[in-house]
């Protein structure tokens, strides 16, 4: 059980143009996801907490305007990176807690290679 | 903010060696997770700690929620060359915010 599934694994863009990345629990309901940057050889940074129905809530510094998130059911985030640059490549990796349980216990997606070009 | 000390920062090992490694906050946790992420990979929950004092096994894996809910220790007893990969420490302050602050990482290579 506590299965995230995350989409694309990789993705490749051309500047200036938007990339969709999708986060799901396959097998729990995740009222809370969260998303991370990851750069090479570096810890994960916290982006944003996404709750189900209502607006994500974005760390300091990070433009919601360049990346939205959306939860729009108990087992899917998305990640939208808008108007992407080539420095917006990265690797961006979704996290989910279980309903119901600790929600501490986050399980995370298998991440997102994303590259602009 | 919240901040982690997770050291070391790099480990090389024979195969069948112990593993030790430690994250120190300068905050009180009440939640402590090991992840390990292979390369490329999302990070895999090893072992989830919740009391102070706390000590659990997962196999060759024994982690501990030290006492002053500042610190935790993640050993790796008789290594195997699959252990290779990064190993996060990551704490929770509690209440409503479910958020992570993870520790940076380390590396660990076992050689066969």
């Known amino acids: 059980g506590a299965v995230v599934s995350q989409h694309p694994s990789w993705v490749i863009c051309k500047s200036g143009t938007s990339v969709k990345i999708e986060c799901r629990s396959l097998d729990f309901q995740a009222t809370t996801m969260f998303w991370y940057r990851q750069f090479p050889k570096q810890s994960l940074m916290l982006m944003a907490t996404s709750n189900e129905g209502s607006k994500a809530t974005y760390e300091q510094g990070v433009e919601k305007d360049k990346f939205l998130i959306n939860h729009a059911s108990l087992t899917l985030s998305t990640l939208t990176v808008t108007s992407a640059h080539p420095e917006d490549s990265s690797f961006y990796i979704c996290?989910?807690?279980?309903?119901?349980?600790?929600?501490?216990?986050?399980?995370f997606g298998q991440g997102t290679r994303l590259t602009v070009v | 903010g919240q901040q982690l000390n997770q050291s070391p920062q790099s480990m090389f090992i024979q195969e069948g060696e112990d593993v030790s490694m430690n994250c120190t906050s300068s905050s009180i946790f009440n939640t402590w997770l090991w992840y390990k992420q292979d390369p490329g990979e999302g990070p895999v929950l090893l072992i989830a700690l919740y009391k102070a004092g706390e000590l659990t096994s997962n196999g060759r894996l024994t982690a501990q929620f030290g006492i002053t809910r500042k610190d935790s220790f993640l050993n790796i007893s008789a290594s195997i060359p699959s252990d290779v990969g990064i190993y996060f420490c990551a704490g929770n302050s509690g209440g409503s915010n479910y958020k992570l602050t993870f520790g940076k990482g380390t590396l660990l290579t076992v050689n066969p």
């Open positions: 996290s989910a807690s279980r309903t119901g349980y600790r929600s501490t216990e986050a399980f």
